[in-house]
């Protein structure tokens, strides 16, 4: 998919307003795109290049086609520069070798875009740099700064330019990106359950104790689903030991819910309705359990009623 259609369906309010200040000439001199990892920030920077350099806009958009647009695409466009996190962080010599560059005039055409990934990992020589040259701009240029923590760029740096907030991922998308990276599809789904953060999903999924907490919170709903008693020994037993602090507690929760609407889902096609009112009220009475951790009740009682209240509805 090119970028405009991934903006466009993905990021519908950006994508609109950087065509519409484009085609009225109206760019802003900086950007700051701010998102998190996945939802398009560079998609938008790359998208932006091509529409300056384009040589063959067809309807207003980059045609993908001519010279320039390959280029830019291949990441070998001379007056288009990227700069990235050398190891932990982008370093004064990157930006100071961006610069020199600047002060010729642009290889090819007047312009020069300039797009800083990950720019909130700047060290501060770096930023000071960075902030100069957008005080005092040498030639006609267009800089992006892309960032998915936009607190930690300096607050000087961002009352030049202007920001550009990228909207979190679809559920949906964020599944898409989690299958991608090698994890499955039930995973992907329970993860996406748990947050809208490609990289926070990343992160849970590679943790240890995720993994044994999603079997042991499977096994649990095993046993509720056939309301065997099993379900409510299991709370000592084990969920005790791997859920031990209040937010993985909370977590249980949201597990077993995701769980409970899967098994809605499945059953919505051509089961009765019966059973899929009864799985609305056990959702309910998760639900309800969720709240009551919140306030000072233990997790142990809590599972054990809500056990209890399943296997016994
Ligand atoms: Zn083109």
Partial sequence: MGEAQFLEKNQPIVFTQLQKSFEH??????????????TGKHEASIWLAKHLFCTD??????????NNCQRIQRNEHPDVQIVEPDGQTIKVDQIRKLQSEFATSGFETKQKVFIIKDSDKMNSSAANSLLKFLEEPVGLFLAILETDSVGRILPTIQSRCQILHFQPLSKELLQMKLKENGLGLQTAKLLSSLTNSFDKAVEISQNEWFNEARDSVQQWFNYLKKADPQAFIYVQKKLLKVFKEKTQQIESFSMLLFFYQELLLEKASGRSLKEIAEINQVIELILQAEQKLGTNVSFQSTAEQLALRIIYK
């Avoid at 000439?25 to 996945?38: I, P, Q, V």
């Avoid at 806009?57 to 001519?66: I, S, T, V, Y």
């Fill in 57 to 66: 806009l067809k309807d207003n958009q980059p045609c993908e086609q001519c």
């Fill in 25 to 38: 000439g109206r760019l802003a001199h900086a950007y700051l795109f701010e998102g998190e990892t996945g």
